[in-house]
């Protein structure tokens, strides 16, 4: 497996403000995701995060809005903009390892993210 | 498409009692299958996973679900439930490695003592 951190761990910010959740993974990864669990839900796919080249969005969510970045093997960035209280939601990162069983994703604790 | 079903979004087990989840899936290709569990205020750990080798799955902590090909379902079960099973638990379905994870709508776990 892989010891997965995100930063920050909680939030609560104002609407119209922006965030940037941190993803760090301790190996190098093939692929890194970012979901989203709204309050009393399942796990949703906002992106895949590619290595050196632009995200890929699920249906529903867009580049505008969820900025991701992903500048090497062991890290990622994914943005919240211009937030709404609609976006109160705990953020997850999961990766996928490289070298060995891409076929399970590990998770990070996840960002718990309040908007007021 | 794949898509993942669980059956019952709650549910209540003795310690002691025989726990089981259901989960129902649909994909247009061998799936691979997950379990996974997150306890309160922490994210997703994986408790097991199918991907095409033995049907019947162990897992950590006890637990071992069985993949039914014919029935389209990979239920969850611990023969014992203990109270530090109480969480929620989610069946998610990929179309292979590195693709993304669909998962079901969860089940949370109370364990009476």
């Known amino acids: 497996s892989a010891v997965i951190s995100q930063k920050p761990s909680r939030d609560i910010c104002q609407r119209g403000t922006s965030l940037t959740i941190q993803c760090q993974v301790d190996s190098q990864v093939t692929m890194m995701f970012w979901y989203r669990q709204q309050p009393g839900q399942s796990l949703t796919l906002i992106a895949t995060a590619n290595q050196g080249s632009e995200a890929t969005y699920e249906s529903g969510f867009v580049i505008d809005k969820f900025p991701i970045s992903r500048p090497n093997l062991t890290f990622s960035t994914l943005t919240v903009s211009n937030m709404s209280p609609e976006d109160s939601s705990i953020y997850l990162c999961?990766?996928?390892?490289?070298?060995?069983?891409?076929?399970?994703?590990?998770f990070g604790p996840g960002t718990r993210l309040t908007v007021l | 498409a794949q898509s993942v079903t669980q059956l019952g979004s709650h549910v209540s087990v003795s310690e002691g009692a025989l726990v089981l989840l259901r989960c129902n899936y649909s994909?247009?290709?061998?799936?691979?299958l997950f379990w996974y569990v997150q306890y309160p205020n922490q994210g997703l750990q994986l408790l097991l996973k199918y991907t095409s080798a033995a049907t019947l799955v162990k897992g950590i902590n006890g637990f071992e679900a069985d993949f039914k090909k014919s029935e389209t379902s990979f239920h969850l079960t611990k023969p014992s439930a203990h109270m530090s099973d109480a969480a929620e638990y989610f069946c998610a379905v990929s179309e292979g490695a590195g693709n993304k994870l669909t998962f079901g709508g969860g089940t949370r776990v109370l364990v009476k003592p």
């Open positions: 999961s990766v996928a390892l490289a070298g060995g069983s891409t076929d399970t994703q590990y």
């Open positions: 994909s247009s290709v061998p799936p691979y």
